[in-house]
Structures are given as C-alpha cells and as structure tokens.
C-alpha cells in the first residue's frame, strides 16, 4: 500500500474519532440547573466520558451511576463508575440497571435526571424483565449477533425482554425532568435504537420482535417467549404520560464524523464524497456494492474523477458461518479487497469508531492494491478467510490491522476508499 494513501486514510479515521470526543460535543448540550436534584444515569461505551465533560462544565451538585464495558471507565469525581461486559450482558451490568432504577425512585418535578447513553449501552444494561433470566437475555443476544439481525431488529428484541429499556427508565423517572444526550451509532439516529431507548417511548410491540424473531428462526427459552406472547413484555409507548416531558438531544452522530474526517481529505486536496450514514446489509454484499463503485470511478471517472475519498458510516451486519473472528469491519474490507482484485490505485480503510469490531480489541484495518498479492505470499487464501468470517485474522497475518484502544466514544463505522489517479 502506497505509505501516503494509508496516512491519509488512517489521518481521516483519527479525524472522525475526535470529531465525536465526548469532551467535544457534550458541553454544547447542558441543561441548565434544576431547582431540585441532579441525577445522571448513562450506559455504553462512550458514558464514562460523557459522565466526565458533564463533570467538567456543571458545577452544581449532582450524582449518579454509568455503566460502561471493560476498560471504557474514566475517573469521575462525584459520578460513579461500573464496568461490565459488551456485546453479551453479564451480572455486573444486571446490578447496575437495577440500582439505577433505585436512584430515580421517588424524585420530585423540581430534580433533574441527566440520561447519558452511547452505542453499547443496550447490552451493558442486562437488567432483564421478571421472569426472564440473565442466562436467558445472554443466549438471546448470543443468538442475534450471530444471525445477521440488523441493530434495529436486534434492539427491538432487546426492549421488550428489558426491566430497564423501552422508555422503562424514563418512566421510572416520573414526574421529574428527564434530559436525554445521546450519542447516535445507529443508522438513522433513531433515539429508540440507541441503548434500546431506556429514555425514550417506543412505537415497537412485543408483536415486532417475535416478528424477528421468527424471520431469523431464534430458538429463544420459554419464559422469553411467554413475555412476549403474553404482552407483558410491551414497552412504553409515545402517549404515556409519564414520558410527556421527556427532552431528548443528539449531542453527535456518524455525520458529523463523516464531514470532519472529509475536511482532512480536502485540505490533502482530495475531493471527499459522502455516500451515506445509514448504511446497512450483509458487509460483505455491501463491499461488493462499493468495490463496483470505486472501480467505475477508477475506470470511467464517474460518477467522480480520481483523486477523490468515497466515505460511507452505518452499521453492516454478519451472519456467522465459519469458525473465523469476525467482525463486520474486516469482514467489509477483506470482501472489498477480493472484489477489487488488486486494482492498483485504489485503497481503503473500515473500521468501528469505539475501537472495537466484533468481539477483538481491534477497530479495523486498511487494504492497498498489494493486499491479496501479500497474502497468498503467506500462503493465506482470502476467499477461503471470507468464508470462514476471518477478517481480523487476515489482517493481522498482513500487519494491517488498525488499533486504537479504547477510544471513549462510539458513532459507528467508519469507511474510506481512495481511488488515486491512474499513472
């Protein structure tokens, strides 16, 4: 891969990262201060240090609980901290949802919850409805990452099994002033979608999500299944009055960290496209699309002339059929590279704003025209990786993987192809 190509491509990642930094986007949102309390509840990756801007810039009392996944918490003086696991729930995330539910108990219209919620916050609030277990809701979601389920179909599922999700927390907030500040990794910024909408009402029924349930053939345990037969699973819904108040404000989404990283791309004096921040489907059908994209530009000049950055967010999904590690980034890029075949001028980054694609401490990766070439050197058949979903195994074997750490936000994935002039 060309070193100024892969600098660029990685210079824009960085940009749409930082353009996303909680410190960045959470001060703009504040409320002002309430005549009463000042609670904060917040879930998902980014919650800690959201927890930590909201710290930095109010200087009334307040108090709360975020939870966050594994190695995601920054210190907070007067807010605290709980770690647990992502994307299966585990008992540490069981008892902080319950115990937010504790906090907002019996508040005043004068008190104020300040809700903080990010992408990863649906799995790391494991709080299930009565009489479904913790084993139950982990098997279910074990079951819908491997399935191909879209986020929304996933969080639909999620909602209507949760004692937490679904508006049930702002719920339980009532009658005080609940403010939501989300930050969107889902496509569309749907408020419902995000953390399975614990702030929020939802339109959805117990009806949809054995919908999807059916459509990707879940074997789910009973007591699931009888919560959402019965209804007794059914969520909040928009004219509840409880939620009537409720003030919801999306502090940052994948757009914004699109238009960021394409302001880095402009001032290299490529011409930055967005193609979309919504987009969903099969990663590697969705590759399949874009390679088909990058080539015509390549080739043709339409529908834009090289040099130029063709730049997409969303969220893809991946159903599991192989024994590889995953994760819907790589899985993107290694099916772009194979469809691509080496074409020499163009080359591409993917990979997950949180730091995390799939279950590996790993954000993504970046491809050039040497990449097949490289690998089958090592004696490594892409096609055969692809159909094992072993993406991050691929691009570790190639030393093209993109690792960032923890990175304290999360605004979904983040995609790039350059398409350079033909020499």
């Known amino acids: ?53 909201l710290e930095d810039h109010v200087d009334w009392p307040l108090s709360g609980l975020v939870v966050t996944r594994y190695g995601y918490a920054v210190p907070c003086d007067r807010i605290e901290i709980v ?36 992408g990863g916050g649906s799995a790391l609030l494991g709080l299930p409805l009565a009489g479904v277990t913790l084993a139950d809701k982990q098997a279910i979601n074990r079951a819908l990452l491997a399935c191909g389920a879209t986020i929304r179909e996933m969080n639909t599922v999620r909602r209507h099994l949760s004692a937490i999700k679904g508006g049930r927390l702002a719920a339980a907030c009532y009658p005080a002033k609940v403010v939501s500040l989300l930050m969107s990794d ?47 699973g059914e969520s909040v819904k928009p004219d509840d009055v409880r939620l009537a108040g409720i003030d919801t404000r999306m502090v940052v989404t994948p757009q914004m960290a699109l238009e960021a990283a394409a302001v880095v791309a402009r001032a290299a004096g490529i011409e930055a496209h967005i193609l979309g921040d919504s987009i969903e489907g099969e990663a590697r059908d969705v590759a399949k699309v874009m390679a088909g994209i990058a080539l015509q530009v390549a080739r043709r ?23 590889g590690r995953g994760g819907r980034n790589v899985e993107f890029l290694l099916a772009l590279a194979v469809a691509l075949e080496g074409h020499p001028a163009i080359h591409a980054i993917a990979g997950d704003t949180d730091g995390v694609d799939g279950m590996e401490e790993i954000a993504g990766a970046v491809i050039g025209p040497d990449s097949l070439a490289r690998a089958r050197a090592l004696g490594i058949r892409p096609v055969d990786r692809l159909a094992d979903n072993d993406g991050h ?31």
């Open 83 to 118: 770690e647990a696991a992502h994307p299966v729930p585990d008992a540490a995330g069981e008892a902080a949802a319950r115990r937010m539910l504790e906090m907002v108990a019996g508040l005043t219209p004068d008190d104020l919850v300040i809700c903080l919620m990010s």
């Open 393 to 423: 195994g691929f691009f570790e074997a190639l030393g093209a993987a993109v690792v960032t750490g923890p990175t304290m936000t999360n605004v979904n994935d983040f995609r790039a192809i350059f398409i350079d002039r033909r020499s």
């Open 1 to 53: 891969m060309s070193l100024g190509a892969e600098a660029l491509l990685r210079r824009m990642f960085d940009a749409a990262i930082a353009a996303a930094m909680p410190s960045v986007c959470v001060p703009r949102c504040l409320p002002p201060r309430p005549l009463g309390r000042t609670i904060v509840i917040g879930a998902g990756k980014a919650s800690a240090a959201m927890a930590k801007a």
């Open 301 to 323: 000049g339409q529908p834009f002339a090289a040099p130029c950055v063709l730049m997409s967010s969303g969220e893809t999904t991946v159903t599991v059929r192989g024994q």
């Open 186 to 232: 889902v496509p569309g910024d749907d408020p419902t979608v995000i953390a399975s909408g614990p702030s929020v009402p939802d339109p959805t029924t117990c009806g949809d999500a054995l919908d999807i349930v059916r459509r990707y053939g879940i074997d789910i345990p009973p007591a699931a299944r009888v919560a959402l037969q019965s209804g007794r």
